[in-house]
């Protein structure tokens, strides 16, 4: 595709329910990045991909989070037991290598209740 | 630690008039890139410049210039004429260092622009 795609746009669950976000970076791009977004807020790092490299996951909130790229292409972000703190824009970004210019997804807005 | 700060919430001008964002970075590391982005009201980060820290450099890119300072940690952005249309939220982020194997980028809070006719 021609950009970074996030899917679903939008996403209503109920709390202590499991969502799995997807992201489909552009192809060729070795860099993955998830960020998270709260209303009004910045943004927070959650987990980063480089090609066949461990993951970054410093920024993991906590254990209900994981993350996985598959083949170095698409990667799905899942989040166990929602709870309403979740609830957030999830962004997703790819880059052709680290410390390159990120493109960014138009993100999954998930929505806890 | 990696940290960002952009210390102004919200600027509010009118159109023609410059403006500028700051922007002040902390790091340990003697290697680094920094970046600034605009989040418009659709929503979609798009990028706007990257700067290495070796290059001190002011650059310029139409009504868009920044200026970085590694002596005061600053990467300032100054929008020049502003028009309606950059009304956005912009992010001043920091990667780093180099050779790291981690490329994850610190964003700022941003800084909410409001350009009035």
């Known amino acids: 595709g021609a950009g970074v795609s996030q899917s679903p746009s939008n996403k209503v669950t109920e709390k202590g329910k499991d969502v799995e976000l997807r992201c489909d970076p552009i192809?060729?791009?070795?860099?993955l990045y998830w960020y998270r977004q709260s209303l009004g807020q910045g943004l927070e790092f959650l987990i980063y991909?480089?090609?066949?490299?461990?993951?970054?996951k410093s920024g993991l909130p906590s254990d209900r989070f994981s993350a996985e790229r598959t083949g170095g292409s698409v990667s799905t972000l899942t989040i166990q037991r929602t709870q309403q703190e979740d609830s957030a824009v999830y962004l997703c970004?790819?880059?052709?290598?680290?410390?390159?210019?990120?493109?960014f997804g138009q993100g999954t807005r998930l929505t806890v209740v | 630690a990696q940290k960002v700060t952009q210390a102004q919430t919200e600027i509010s001008v009118v159109e023609k008039e410059d403006v500028t964002l700051d922007c002040v970075y902390e790091?340990?590391?003697?290697?680094?890139?920094l970046f600034w982005y605009k989040q418009p009201p659709s929503g979609e980060l798009v990028f706007l410049i990257r700067?290495?820290?070796?290059?001190?450099q002011n650059e310029i890119s139409g009504r868009y210039s920044w200026n970085f300072q590694k002596s005061t940690s600053s990467f300032n952005f100054t929008i020049t004429a502003s028009q309606v249309v950059d009304s956005a939220v912009y992010f001043c982020?920091?990667?780093?260092?180099?050779?790291?194997?981690?490329?994850?980028?610190?964003f700022g809070q941003g800084t909410t622009l409001q350009v009035k006719p």
């Open positions: 970004a790819s880059s052709l290598a680290k410390n390159t210019e990120a493109f």
């Open positions: 192809s060729g791009h070795t860099a």
């Open positions: 991909f480089q090609g066949n490299s461990a993951p970054d």
């Open positions: 790091t340990r590391d003697t290697t680094y890139y």
């Open positions: 700067r290495n820290s070796f290059d001190e």
């Open positions: 982020a920091l990667s780093g260092p180099l050779g790291s194997n981690t490329g994850k980028l610190i």
